[in-house]
């Protein structure tokens, strides 16, 4: 997995930064003179997963998708949140982190990361998303997650949730709908599931977080293996 993340005007003599990353590491390369420099991502005290994708919607950060699930926001070469760590495990209206399989699919929207406070309230989400730095997650399960990138009260980064779509419910019903690949343009998703499958979502019609979350619980309280 590899992308470009955008220029910083923190540190401006990297740009165009690099950063691949896949078996246990992150690593950010840029262009130093004639030659290539690199530095391997710190992990800090959160897991060295397996990383299975990557994105990056502003100047300097980038997300990190996981084997187990995980995302993780990075700057400056660490890993400075873990978006898990922020919501419950259970669909509410508080908030709940959908991903518990590998996060397969990531796809950012460019934006701008605006300050907001840390409730997860609809409508505070909302204004403003528009401009916003968005990330698009979808996972091996089908589960697929809008998020957006912003700054609490004491300026560290976080990731808010801002809708779900769930591929099992989408019609007609995909063969294997596994996540394998996400694009957005202009309003428009464009899902590729391991079933072969290419699905087109407009954004305006993908649930509230509250219709999703309300669909999701009564689709685990059917199933007797989930978690």
């Given at each position: ?59 300097g950060v980038c997300v990190t998708g996981s084997y187990k699930g995980t995302l993780l926001i990075w700057h400056n070469f660490k890993a400075?949140s873990n978006v898990k760590n922020h919501y419950g495990d259970m669909p509410n209206e508080v908030g709940w982190y959908p991903h518990n ?100 979502v407009f954004l305006d019609n993908i649930p509230s977080l509250e219709e999703s979350f309300e669909v999701l619980k009564n689709k685990m ?7």
């Amino acid at each position: 997995t590899a992308i470009i993340i955008p220029s910083s005007t923190e540190t401006p003599i990297l740009e165009n930064l690099i950063v691949t990353a896949g078996e246990r590491h992150v690593t950010f390369w840029w262009r130093l003179g004639q030659n290539v420099s690199s530095q391997r991502g710190l992990f800090g005290k959160e897991e060295c997963d397996t990383i299975m994708s990557v994105a990056s919607g502003s100047s300097g950060v980038c997300v990190t998708g996981s084997y187990k699930g995980t995302l993780l926001i990075w700057h400056n070469f660490k890993a400075v949140s873990n978006v898990k760590n922020h919501y419950g495990d259970m669909p509410n209206e508080v908030g709940w982190y959908p991903h518990n399989s590998p996060i397969q699919a990531m796809w950012a929207i460019l934006g701008t990361v605006d300050v907001m406070n840390e409730s997860n309230e609809s409508q505070e989400l909302i204004e403003g998303l528009s401009t916003s730095s968005r990330y698009i997650t979808g996972d091996k399960e089908g589960l697929v997650a809008i998020w957006r990138l912003v700054l609490n009260k004491n300026w560290e980064l976080r990731l808010k949730l801002v809708s779900l779509l769930d591929v099992n419910l989408l019609l007609p019903q995909s063969l294997s709908p596994s996540v394998r690949s996400v694009t957005e343009r202009d309003g428009t998703i464009l899902l590729g599931t391991l079933g072969c499958e290419i699905y087109e979502v407009f954004l305006d019609n993908i649930p509230s977080l509250e219709e999703s979350f309300e669909v999701l619980k009564n689709k685990m309280s059917l199933s007797p293996h989930h978690p």
